[in-house]
């Protein structure tokens, strides 16, 4: 896997002290790790929120958008793409990984392209969730089942059009990856102090499961499940705990809590469902793990864990975020948060490094 262009050979120590890459696994893989792991999908459908939105809400109506300077500064060109970061997401190292291109938004394909693209789209929408008013209160959204909608139209409209027959139509759906991303914005939105944390999680992740059988009956046997990140400790939330920066240990037990009955239904779903696999992804792990040793104090990692790159000067408010003409670090690499919300390129890129080399975080459900 390619280094991202701008990092600098300093961090590079930096970064391979933090991954350890010495332990990579070396153990003979079973059969569904070498097809998940090792697998030649036909293509990659994504489905999530920003953390892996390519430019979908680009052409929707709402204020939720990434289409403008200091985004993209690292990608292909320089240029913000809609992406929720300086460069790649985990969604585009995915793509890479399996040598597949990077999955073009949705929204922002004419119907001629819809109709001639058979390796993978995105339908990721920034703001939105699995819930079907998570983020409206933004503008307009695609939620979790819009997005499942219009994968079946992509099915009906286009893929009908370059598989002739139903058997071929089939074997392109089962060789492909399903990649989700997608859960934490209902909690942004509708989790509070006053929350049950179960019912909750149950209500989400009843409604989450819903959409995997709705795609399952669509044809996808390949799933990339991605769990939901440590909220707590994100620059949005630790801006205002006390000590500033430290890490809101209430809300990322909530979070938590619902990540482990999400791993527990997916194995479940795989007894149920012949023929059907699982890598269940623990970003939630993986983003404490950048953050350094300790999850309730201020971080002590070389990179800054606690603030973001943009905007350079961060106070926590609900209308301070990075926008057009706002002022951005020099150097994003030295940071993990390009934004309030959302990684770097070189955060997004250690964790397919740990996800696919050293393969802590991703396994087989």
Do not use: W
């Not at 119907?111 to 001639?116: A, I, M, Q, S, Y």
């Not at 990721?124 to 969730?129: L, N, P, T, Y």
């Amino acid at each position: 896997m390619v280094l991202p262009s701008s990092l600098k050979p300093c961090l590079l120590m930096i970064f391979l002290c933090i991954l350890n890459v010495s332990t990579i696994v070396n153990s003979k893989p079973s059969k569904e790790e070498a097809v998940l792991f090792g697998g030649n999908f036909q293509a990659l459908y994504v489905m999530g929120d920003s953390l892996v939105d390519s430019g979908n809400n680009n052409n929707l109506s709402t204020s939720v958008k990434s289409n403008f300077a200091p985004y993209g500064s690292d990608f292909e060109g320089g240029k913000p793409t809609g992406r929720f970061s300086n460069g790649k997401t985990i969604a585009d190292y995915i793509a890479i990984y399996y040598g597949l291109p990077l999955a073009p938004a949705y929204k922002g394909l004419s119907e001629e392209e819809k109709d001639n693209i058979t390796t993978g789209i995105n339908y990721a929408s920034a703001s939105c969730g699995v819930f079907p008013d998570t983020g409206r209160r933004l503008g307009e959204c695609l939620s979790l089942s819009v997005q499942v909608d219009l994968f079946k139209q992509t099915i009906d409209k286009n893929l009908k059009n370059s598989f002739k027959t139903k058997s071929e139509l089939s074997k392109h759906l089962a060789g492909s990856l399903f990649m989700t991303a997608i859960g934490i914005n209902d909690y942004v939105f509708y989790y509070n102090k006053t929350t049950d944390p179960d019912e909750f999680a149950n209500k989400l992740l009843h409604d989450f499961l819903l959409q995997i059988k709705r795609l399952h009956g669509l044809g996808a046997r390949k799933f990339f499940i991605n769990n939901l990140k440590p909220l707590g400790c994100y620059p949005n939330v630790i801006a205002t705990t006390v000590p500033r920066g430290s890490c809101n240990d209430n809300l990322n037990l909530a979070v938590a809590n619902y990540n482990i009955k999400l791993r527990k239904s997916l194995s479940h779903l795989k007894k149920k469902f012949s023929e059907t696999s699982f890598l269940y992804s623990d970003y939630f792990s993986f983003m404490l793990g950048l953050r350094g040793p300790s999850t309730n104090q201020v971080s002590s990692n070389l990179m800054n864990s606690t603030s973001p790159c943009c905007p350079s000067v961060y106070d926590g408010g609900r209308l301070t975020s990075c926008k057009p003409g706002s002022s951005s670090c020099k150097v994003p690499d030295t940071h993990i948060f390009f934004d309030p919300f959302h990684p770097t390129q070189l955060a997004n890129f250690m964790y397919s490094i740990a996800c696919f080399q050293q393969r802590k975080i991703c396994k087989v459900a």
